[in-house]
Each structure stands twice: as structure tokens, then as C-alpha cells.
């Protein structure tokens, strides 16, 4: 069945120091792996997807992921943080079939300091 | 170009009273998934309806019921309520019936079991 793991329940970055928010995957097959944000009392965001190619994934507001597959990760990075950036992370991997249905990890807060 | 839209945005029900959600999928979509995200989770698929069928449905217990209308929005229903039914849902909406894509969610239903 498939997964991913978040193994970070917060990240503390500083404002303009580079951010790496990690997500790990299991999955039968090629993955489809998605990147979300939420922010407080609101629905979840499209940042960034891979579905095939480079391995380096640009999405949203400046983020982008790096697949690995020999490491089975996703890890969303972003070159200089923002505090407006600070949310609740989700990464997620689409399940076999053709539903699309997603399978979210338990998600990351990120806190960007001043 | 609406989003994805639900009602209502909150609300408190009590113990064995039902409830029921509403969605309209973003313009052009006519898949909806909807998700039940707990305090401090990630959102865990309830079920998709397309062509006004139940397409997959999540391990959520017979309570759950939904519906799609020929205009492609959809109800989620949940019947005889308890404490652990308090959580953000999560309507979702996409094109096709294969879709390899993102997900675009609404900003969720906050329902509060009493």
C-alpha cells in the first residue's frame, strides 16, 4: 500500500535562510507525489507535483522539490524563507488506479522567524 | 473562474443529529473527492463520486453517504453523529475520469460534534 512519512511535526527556519521540509514515500510503481500548504482555518493549496522528468520540481510562491528515488524522498526546499511561508505542509502520493485518490502524510508546520 | 466552493463554513451539531455538506467543484471540473481532516491530521479520503456514482470509498463506516447531482456538485451526509465525527471536510475537485493531476480544494466545512 502506499504511504509517505513526514518525520518533522515543525520546522524552525529564520526569514531569508534556505528551508527544507522532508517527506519520504513508499509506494508499488512509479509515484505521483504532490506538495500542499494550509494555512490556519483554511483548505489545502497546490504547490508543486511529479509525475515524471527532472527530478528537480519548481512550483508555487517559489518552492520547489527534489525526487529521489534511490532515497524514496520528496523534499520540498525553498532557496530563501519568507514568514509569510510559515503554514501546515502535506505531502501526498497518488494511490494505484485511476481515481486519483490521494494519501496525505500528517503534515509539517512550518514556522518562519523575523 | 470559481474555485471549489462549500457550505456552510462552520457548524456545531450534537450527538446523533445528522448533517449534511455541500460542494461545487471548480468550473469545468466533474469529479468530487471529499476528505476528513482531524485536528493535527492530514486529510483521509472519504470518498469520490463521478458521473453521479460512488467511484471509491475510504474506511469510513456506512454513516457516510454522499451524492453528486447532474450539475456535478455533491453532498456529503453523515448520519447519527459522534464526538469523533468533529473535523474540517474537505471537498476536492478534478476533470476526468483518469486524472493524473492536482487536486483543488475547498476551504472545508468545520463541523463540531457536541
Known amino acids: 500500500a502506499q504511504s509517505v512519512a513526514q518525520p518533522e511535526d515543525q520546522v524552525n527556519v529564520a526569514e531569508g535562510n534556505p528551508l527544507t521540509v522532508k517527506c519520504t514515500y513508499s509506494?508499488?510503481?512509479?509515484?505521483?507525489l504532490f506538495w500542499y500548504v494550509q494555512y490556519p482555518n483554511r483548505g489545502l493549496q497546490f504547490l508543486l507535483k511529479?509525475?515524471?522528468?527532472?527530478?528537480l520540481v519548481k512550483g508555487s510562491y517559489g518552492f520547489e522539490a527534489e525526487f529521489n528515488k534511490s532515497q524514496t524522498s520528496f523534499h520540498l526546499k525553498k532557496p530563501s524563507a519568507l514568514v509569510s511561508d510559515s503554514a501546515l505542509y502535506f505531502c501526498?502520493?497518488?494511490?494505484?488506479?485511476?481515481?486519483?485518490?490521494?494519501?496525505f502524510g500528517q503534515g509539517t508546520t512550518l514556522q518562519v522567524k523575523p | 473562474d470559481a474555485g471549489v466552493t462549500q457550505s456552510p463554513t462552520h457548524l456545531i451539531k450534537t450527538r446523533g443529529q445528522q448533517v449534511t455538506l455541500r460542494c461545487s467543484p471548480k468550473?469545468?471540473?466533474?469529479?468530487v473527492s471529499w476528505y476528513q481532516q482531524a485536528l493535527g491530521q492530514g486529510p483521509q479520503f472519504i470518498f469520490q463520486?463521478?458521473?453521479?456514482?460512488?467511484?471509491q470509498r475510504g474506511n469510513f463506516p456506512d454513516r457516510f453517504s454522499g451524492h453528486q447531482f447532474p450539475n456535478y456538485s455533491s453532498e456529503l451526509n453523515v448520519n447519527a453523529l459522534l464526538l469523533g465525527d468533529s473535523a474540517l471536510y474537505l471537498c476536492?475537485?478534478?476533470?476526468?475520469?483518469?486524472?493524473?493531476?492536482?487536486?483543488?480544494f475547498g476551504e472545508g466545512s468545520r463541523l463540531t460534534v457536541l
Open positions: 476536492a475537485s478534478s476533470l476526468g475520469r483518469t486524472n493524473t493531476g492536482e487536486l483543488f
Open positions: 468550473s469545468g471540473h466533474d469529479t
Open positions: 511529479y509525475i515524471t522528468g527532472d527530478n
Open positions: 463520486y463521478y458521473e453521479e456514482e460512488e467511484r
Open positions: 509506494v508499488s510503481g512509479n509515484p505521483y
Open positions: 501526498a502520493v497518488r494511490e494505484s488506479g485511476n481515481t486519483g485518490k490521494l494519501i
